[in-house]
């Protein structure tokens, strides 16, 4: 006769524990296609930006190739950031034939909301190699500040 | 606005001949391509890629254009990544023939153009036939 023991039955027989293996099964597959697709197709606006933030400062960079100093246009009013610009194209001249037509000309408009408060005062922005960099200090409110710690 | 408004551009990862040993993307830079009566020109967006980071070659009527860029680290914290930084890559194989002395390349605001000129065919020659 077959003995069974108390304790080699299990525990407590939840019928929806493979229902959760499954939704987690699910979520890590999930997880896995956002990780692949790091960094792209996340922006829907014109340009794609990166932002990074540094102890005093916040870098904004984003690439624009074919855009010029003159055509690019940032303001900023109170915590939000705009840009605008266009790129422009000349060759028009007749007897040209185009074998591929990739690049696109037309204006962009970008506002941001910054994370944190900026001096509005303090704000660089550099366009070279069709990459621009925009350094915005932070206020000196939200600075950290370092507090130097005696011993009595 | 009566002009077009720029789209995000998805960013094709660019496949190098064999794997590169050091964890850094490649990209195919968008072009256009477009031909006239004297020449081909290919022009490339390559945001970042400076003068002494280009190489251009044209070997056996396959051109390719590589932006090597100086990827620097990032600096702090990343609170917003919408794209990726990386070298360019691309190749294309030229049907006409060109005049391999006479390639011009020239790069403005991260934006390339390559001009290959064709070669001249020779000119037909007449040949007179006299009587007599």
């Not at chain 2, 070659?57 to 100086?70: A, F, K, Y």
Request: with cysteine; hydrophobic share 35%; aromatic share 6%.
């Amino acid at each position: 006769m077959a003995f069974i023991r108390f304790t080699d039955r299990p525990a407590f027989r939840n019928p929806w524990a493979e229902f959760e293996r499954i939704r987690q099964g699910l979520d890590e597959l999930s997880r896995s296609y956002v990780e692949k697709g790091k960094g792209q197709g996340r922006a829907n606006v014109y340009p794609a930006l990166n932002i990074y933030e540094e102890a005093d400062r916040l870098l904004i960079t984003a690439e624009l190739p074919g855009v010029k100093v003159a055509d690019l246009d940032l303001s900023i009013e109170g915590e939000t950031l705009t840009l605008q610009g266009k790129r422009d194209r000349r060759q028009n001249e007749a007897g040209v034939s185009y074998h591929r037509r990739e690049i696109e000309s037309g204006s962009f408009s970008r506002a941001i909301a910054l994370p944190v408060k900026v001096d509005p005062e303090q704000v660089n922005a550099r366009l070279a190699n069709g990459i621009l960099t925009v350094t915005l200090a932070k206020a000196s409110a939200v600075t950290p500040r370092q507090i130097k710690v005696t011993t009595e | 606005m009566t002009e077009q408004e720029l789209k995000i551009q998805e960013k094709k990862a660019a496949q190098p001949g064999d794997e590169n040993t050091k964890n850094e993307c490649c990209f195919a830079p968008h072009v256009d391509i477009y031909e006239t009566e004297r020449e081909v020109a290919v022009i490339a967006d390559m945001p970042g890629v400076t003068v002494e980071g280009i190489e251009l070659s044209l070997e056996d009527n396959i051109l390719t254009i590589q932006g090597h860029r100086v990827l620097q680290q990032q600096p702090g914290r990343i609170l917003l990544e919408e794209y990726e930084s990386g070298h360019y890559l691309r190749r294309f194989t030229v049907a006409e023939t060109i005049d391999q002395e006479r390639i011009a390349a020239s790069l403005v605001d991260g934006v390339l153009t390559v001009r290959l000129p064709k070669t001249i065919p020779a000119q037909p020659r007449k040949i007179e036939v006299r009587l007599g």
